[in-house]
């Protein structure tokens, strides 16, 4: 397949005796969302940090943009300049204000004339509705208004594929709302992502494949529609029943 | 009137319980003010046991009569929750209350009612207290060492210049703004060598050579702390980061360099430098006694600095090195950018109390010859002309030492400040 921009083959990885992947397949097309979930310690997480290598996978091929992960990578940060990655707990740098939160790497990293960074920082924050914050530092800010921030951060880099490792997970649930929202709008303007969530309902709304992951192996790989109506396999079942 | 219950004072007479308490508070404060200050002990017709201990005791029934609760006078309340919640607590504050007064008038005449500080000769001083004239007298020992007196312009001269230079911070325009991490970290030492290899050491452009082993006191201290607090700081930075490298070499040379100066003392390092190290060197290679001080000490604090900085690094969440490398920045930009600024910030105490511990063991020169201001006291208390003069010559050097310290304590807390953001 020519526009499939993430390839990962028989990935295996271990945390010492613990084997964390196993045998791990998949393709990512251009523009494709794709929702992991999947109960916790099933290697969800480890499986997109794999995707930006701030893990490394200890058997088989990933593919990112025609870039194959190894060991001797020289350009890893070429590679990870182009994918932008959302975390759990944020991941703000607490000593910069919200928009030098979000310049930072574009002047540092892509070498971008600092007033052009900013000017594109502002519209991303914009993006996700906080531009009346910017010169906020981030320990004044709510967790979702942190998380959003996060989001712009990651899209000043202007990268190809997005990564969401459960983004809205330490959140208020009255706070998952705004940044699922923005989420939303990132999936509406047609970005390539992957997204680890127990947000089901965003699931169903935006994503085109659903994986289900347990103990280290993709149990199930279906498109939105079917994984939800008429689930394969067993494990899945069980899993949904307990979350829906 | 309601009873009076002098076990349990109550708000109903309270105004009775106040009068007393503070009466006889007052009383025992009085008695000790009169017996240390004018030396008129009024309970002398007391056996002395009983007059020794009758301010304490009237001082605690006193202190124990006023503390009532809730009494609704703001300031009373104050004392009470504050130094006067229990006997024991009472007892304790008059207890320091009495030890202050107490030392006050003999710490007065030893410095001011009965020093003395005319005259230029030992026979001047008269008086039993201390004798300032000898500080007086050697006050430019003190300060310039044994550098000559006609050319103590030359330090002065350098020293208001850089002084003069650090402040250019203030000065800079928006525009300069940027460069001055710049200035601070690699023009400022430069200019500051420049000036005192030309100007302090001379030798060149008509001005006389003064050899290093003439500088000394105050100002020999300055030069000695300034240059080792600059360079310690960015090899300590680098040991940190290379302790936590992932490169074996790169991290067992750094550890097994911080363990090396960590586990010397610094007197033998010193030693060392000025007795061994020259033997390691060919023939016709010189290197200034001074300049091999300096090396010595500051590779003996880059080990302190390193592991202070290395707690700060430890402290990070990896959350933040996930962050930056998500964004693509590699190891140098990663540090510079996100790592070394929150890591740095969070070390400001430790390093502040490193650099404090570096000002005050420079007196260690003194092994190699080299005499700063702790060195010029000893050698001048010894001065068959001025012997017996120990003491001031301590009391002002801790002073001196106190003054220095204390403002670059409170300059690092002036950083803490200016570098909170978060939370």
Redesign the interface.
């Known amino acids: 397949m020519s526009d499939s921009i993430i390839q990962i083959k028989n990935v295996n990885k271990w945390f010492g005796d613990f084997q964390v992947l196993k045998d791990i397949n998949l393709e990512v097309q251009q523009k494709q969302k794709i929702v992991v979930c999947g109960p916790s310690g099933s290697g969800k997480s480890t499986l997109i940090?794999c995707i930006?290598r701030?893990e490394e996978h200890q058997e088989g091929n990933i593919v990112v943009d025609g870039n194959e992960l190894t060991e001797d990578t020289k350009d890893i940060?070429?590679i990870?300049?182009?994918?932008?990655?959302v975390?759990q707990?944020f991941?703000?740098?607490?000593?910069l204000s919200i928009l030098d939160n979000c310049t930072?790497?574009p002047i540092?990293?892509?070498k971008m004339p600092k007033k052009d960074a900013e000017e594109l920082a502002m519209k991303q924050l914009k993006q996700v509705q906080i531009d009346d914050q910017a010169n906020k530092?981030?320990?004044q800010l709510s967790g979702g208004q942190q998380q959003r921030c996060?989001i712009a951060?990651?899209l000043c880099?202007q990268p190809k594929i997005m990564?969401f490792d459960e983004p809205t997970s330490a959140l208020d649930p009255e706070m998952i709302k705004e940044v699922l929202d923005a989420m939303v709008n990132l999936a509406n303007a047609g970005m390539t992502m992957i997204v680890v969530t127990h947000e089901m309902g965003f699931a169903k709304e935006v994503a085109d494949e659903v994986i289900f992951m347990d103990e280290g192996m993709i149990v199930e790989k279906n498109n939105t529609k079917d994984f939800f109506a008429n689930p394969k396999s067993d494990r899945t079942k069980l899993f949904l029943s307990q979350i829906l | 009137m309601n009873k009076l219950n002098f076990l349990k004072p109550d708000r109903q007479n309270l105004n009775t319980y106040l009068y007393m308490g503070s009466f006889l508070f007052f009383i025992s404060l009085f008695d000790v003010f009169l017996t240390s200050f004018f030396k008129i002990n009024i309970t002398s017709f007391l056996p002395s046991t009983l007059s020794f201990l009758l301010p304490l005791i009237f001082g605690v029934i006193g202190l124990h009569l006023i503390r009532i609760e809730f009494s609704g006078i703001k300031k009373l309340d104050l004392i009470n929750k504050n130094i006067n919640t229990n006997n024991f607590n009472a007892f304790l504050t008059l207890f320091i209350i009495f030890a202050i007064i107490k030392s006050i008038p003999p710490i007065l005449s030893w410095f001011i009612i009965d020093a003395n500080i005319a005259g230029d000769t030992k026979e001047a001083c008269t008086g039993s207290g201390a004798c300032w004239t000898y500080i007086k007298i050697w006050l430019r020992r003190f300060i310039y060492g044994m550098y000559p007196n006609d050319l103590q312009w030359r330090i002065n001269i350098s020293f208001i210049l850089l002084i003069a230079l650090a402040f250019v911070g203030y000065f800079a325009t928006e525009r300069l703004k940027k460069f001055l991490t710049l200035y601070y970290v690699v023009i400022y030492p430069i200019i500051a060598f420049i000036l005192i290899y030309y100007l302090i050491s001379g030798g060149s452009f008509g001005l006389m050579w003064v050899e290093t082993g003439a500088w000394g006191g105050l100002s020999l201290t300055f030069i000695v702390s300034f240059f080792c607090l600059i360079f310690c700081f960015p090899l300590g930075m680098f040991l940190a980061l290379g302790r936590r490298s992932t490169l074996p070499t790169l991290r067992y040379v750094s550890v097994g360099f911080i363990e090396f100066w960590r586990g010397v003392p610094l007197i033998t390092v010193l030693f060392m430098s000025s007795v061994m190290f020259p033997m390691f060197l060919p023939e016709d290679f010189f290197m200034d006694k001074l300049v091999r001080v300096i090396i010595a000490i500051s590779l003996f604090e880059a080990a302190y600095v390193a592991e202070v900085i290395r707690g700060g690094l430890q402290a990070l969440p990896r959350g933040q090195y996930d962050a930056a490398k998500s964004l693509g920045m590699g190891y140098w930009k990663l540090h510079i950018l996100v790592i070394l600024p929150q890591a740095l910030k969070l070390v400001i105490p430790g390093i502040a109390n490193t650099f404090l511990a570096l000002v005050k063991d420079t007196p260690l020169i003194f092994v190699v010859g080299l005499l700063e201001l702790v060195g010029m006291l000893n050698l001048a208390k010894t001065n068959p002309k001025w012997l017996g003069f120990a003491m001031e010559g301590y009391v002002f050097a801790a002073i001196i030492f106190w003054i220095i310290c204390y403002a670059m304590s409170r300059y690092s807390q002036n950083l803490e400040l200016k570098y909170k953001t978060e939370r």
Not at chain 1, 80 to 85: K, L, N
């Open positions: 940090r930006n701030l940060e070429k990870r300049a182009e994918v932008g990655m975390f707990q991941n703000l740098f607490p000593h930072l790497a540092w990293v892509k530092f981030p320990g996060a951060r990651a880099m990564l």
